[in-house]
């Protein structure tokens, strides 16, 4: 006997509901509009405040000369279209305002005073040629601002791709051969974003060394678990060091060196590993809301506007109600560091278990079946929901998918090794905010008991698949993927785990 269609059609609407609901909640322009305005009750009419709170020192636009807007990320245009709803027309027109942001293909919005630039095809995080000319733009822009000038920044995931100019000494094509072979070979974002800094003159703070206005402020959105504003595309506007040392170890770590990968390019994260310790050591330390002022007097202040948490909260709220009750678990797996027996019986190593999507799919079909089990015993649904962005390290024959359909896939993989049917009235599902995951045009996928159930109607190999990373045309082929579109945000990902007991619909 099959599942029962009315409680798997009952558990996808609830599925998709949820997820929307988690990307409609980090939307830039409706996290702007809800943080961000522009005199209210108890401040001067044309006071910058945040959360109805001034920044430290205040913005009065009456001193305002001219405004600059620049940027880059996967949700930058929509962050920029923000800027200029929260300014609104005369302001913009007062200000001479202008800008630039860096966005990738399919993302760009019709702006008024801010140009958009598609500068990476989509689906492929990658820098290119049009992201650095487009830094360059932006660069030249802040550079010729001056004290009574304000810049407004809006740094979002993906920016360390759309965000880019190379040290001299470091070409392009070196920095991209590097970056896929780290990604392959299952590197964190925050390693990637330590070899990136060390090869590179905007990141790490030299987007706001550029900067002569007398104020900078950062509208950030995080895709980064715990929000680091070091971390986040890479830091471009908070004053660290630039890793050599660190970035040197991790291509070892990785085998790049060993490779033979970009031979110029790891010779020159050598030498400036033994030469060039610090770059950006000349520059005080910003506090720990990532304000700092930088050689030339620029005050900059970064405003985090929104976050995975953003997200899952929402997601749960959305849960919440639709009747189910949520488990607490308080944490992301990134931060509980769950370590399980891989399928063959061993334990992964500590510091990937934290990360990998194969650990968390096995993670997750463990904790999914105890929750299907006291949904079934305590006759109510029940349901975990969590964020964060996991890695793949992908073999040599590899196939095609995500991060998210990875999850998924190694979630059924799981599951399907018990020897018994998925069970009834269960969901997974996986999904990038962002609405890209890998180079596909899914933003992650799910599955449940009929779609497990195709799976092995149509003898397909599941495990396989997960092994070869190869889940995008087995969930394709079960009707399992996820796919939203570009959304115009990017916080990471979601995760979800729907469980309703049989007197349920």
Request: charged share 20%.
């Amino acid at each position: 006997m099959g599942p029962t269609p009315s409680r798997t059609d009952a558990l996808r609407r609830d599925a998709q509901a949820i997820w929307t609901a988690a990307i409609a909640a980090v939307l830039p322009t409706v996290l702007l509009e809800k943080r961000l305005a522009i005199g209210k009750r108890g401040h001067p009419a044309d006071e910058l405040l945040f959360d109805g709170r001034s920044l430290n020192p205040p913005v009065r636009l009456d001193s305002i000369d001219r405004v600059s807007v620049v940027g880059a990320g996967k949700a930058a245009a929509q962050m920029a279209s923000g800027v200029e709803q929260l300014l609104g027309r005369q302001r913009l027109d007062r200000h001479r305002t202008t800008g630039v942001v860096s966005v990738p293909e399919g993302s760009a919005v019709p702006l008024s005073h801010i140009h958009c630039r598609e500068t990476r095809p989509a689906g492929a995080n990658i820098p290119t040629a049009l992201a650095v000319a487009a830094t360059q733009e932006m660069i030249s822009m802040l550079s010729t601002l001056g004290p009574n000038d304000l810049a407004i920044a809006v740094v979002t995931g993906g920016g360390s791709a759309l965000l880019v100019a190379p040290r001299e000494g470091v070409s392009l094509e070196d920095t991209i051969a590097v970056t896929n072979f780290l990604s392959a070979a299952g590197a964190t974002i925050q390693e990637l974003n330590a070899v990136r800094q060390a090869a590179s003159t905007v990141k790490a703070g030299g987007f706001a060394r550029a900067c002569h206005a007398g104020r900078l402020v950062v509208l950030v959105l995080s895709d980064v678990v715990g929000n680091r504003l070091d971390v986040i595309a890479s830091g471009p506007c908070m004053p660290i060091p630039s890793p050599a040392r660190e970035a040197f170890a991790i291509l070892n770590r990785y085998g790049v060196v060993a490779a033979g990968v970009a031979s110029q390019f790891v010779r020159w994260i050598e030498s400036e590993a033994t030469a060039v310790p610090d770059v950006g050591g000349s520059q005080k330390a910003a506090s720990a809301d990532g304000s700092w002022t930088t050689a030339s007097g620029c005050r900059v202040s970064h405003l985090l506007i929104g976050s995975n948490e953003t997200a899952v909260q929402a997601a749960a709220a959305e849960a919440i109600h639709r009747g189910y009750t949520i488990q607490d678990r308080g944490e992301t797996i990134q931060d509980r560091g769950y370590t399980i027996p891989d399928r063959d019986g061993h334990d992964p190593d500590a510091a990937k278990a934290s990360v990998e999507a194969e650990t968390i799919g096995w993670r997750l079909a463990l904790e999914a079946v105890g929750l299907w089990q006291a949904a079934r015993d305590g006759r109510r649904p029940l349901a975990i929901i969590e964020g964060g962005e996991a890695t793949v390290q992908v073999p040599a024959d590899h196939g095609t998918g995500g991060r998210n359909q990875q999850t998924v896939l190694a979630a059924m993989d799981c599951i399907g090794s018990s020897g018994g049917p998925w069970p009834e009235g269960l969901l997974i599902a996986s999904v990038g905010t962002d609405g890209e995951d890998g180079p596909t045009d899914a933003a992650g996928g799910y599955s449940d008991a009929a779609i497990a159930t195709l799976a092995i109607a149509h003898d397909l190999d599941v495990t396989n698949a997960a092994m070869r990373c190869d889940a995008y045309p087995l969930l394709n082929a079960v009707g399992g993927l996820i796919r939203t579109g570009p959304s115009g945000t990017n916080v990471a990902d979601v995760r979800i785990v729907l469980a309703r007991p049989p007197s349920e619909p």
